[in-house]
């Protein structure tokens, strides 16, 4: 069974700092590609950043130089450090793991940024 458990959401001021974690379970971490989504009240779900199992990343325009997405794979963990944060960047952050056929979704942790 595939399951993956984000955590690190909260409130934060305009400027600050947060850092996500997403521990995964029920497959092979070390060769799966991991990524970081979110979704803001009346906005579909949108790609913030990927990571595959080389280590290449990848990230939305909006992120670029401000978030660095990187993997544990002894700890089967991905993260998103997130800086310089805007009030733009509230959202619910989900982690997503392709994985046989099937995409697989943690239940999200809510960022929430002040101005």
């Known amino acids: 069974q595939v399951q993956l458990v984000e955590s690190g959401g909260g409130l934060v001021q305009a400027g600050g700092s947060l850092t996500l974690s997403c521990v995964a379970s029920?497959?092979?971490?070390?060769?799966?590609?991991m990524s970081w989504y979110r979704q803001a009240p009346g906005k579909q779900r949108e790609l913030v950043a990927t990571?595959?199992?080389?280590?290449?990343?990848n990230y939305a325009d909006s992120v670029k130089g401000r978030f660095t997405i990187s993997r544990d794979n002894a700890k089967k963990t991905v993260y998103l450090q997130m800086n310089s944060l805007k009030p733009e960047d509230t959202a619910v952050y989900y982690c997503?793991?392709?994985?046989?056929?099937?995409?697989?979704w943690g239940q999200g942790t809510q960022v929430t940024v002040s101005s």
């Open positions: 990571i595959t199992s080389r280590g290449t990343t």
């Open positions: 997503n793991a392709p994985w046989g056929g099937h995409d697989y």
């Open positions: 029920g497959i092979i971490f070390s060769i799966n590609a």
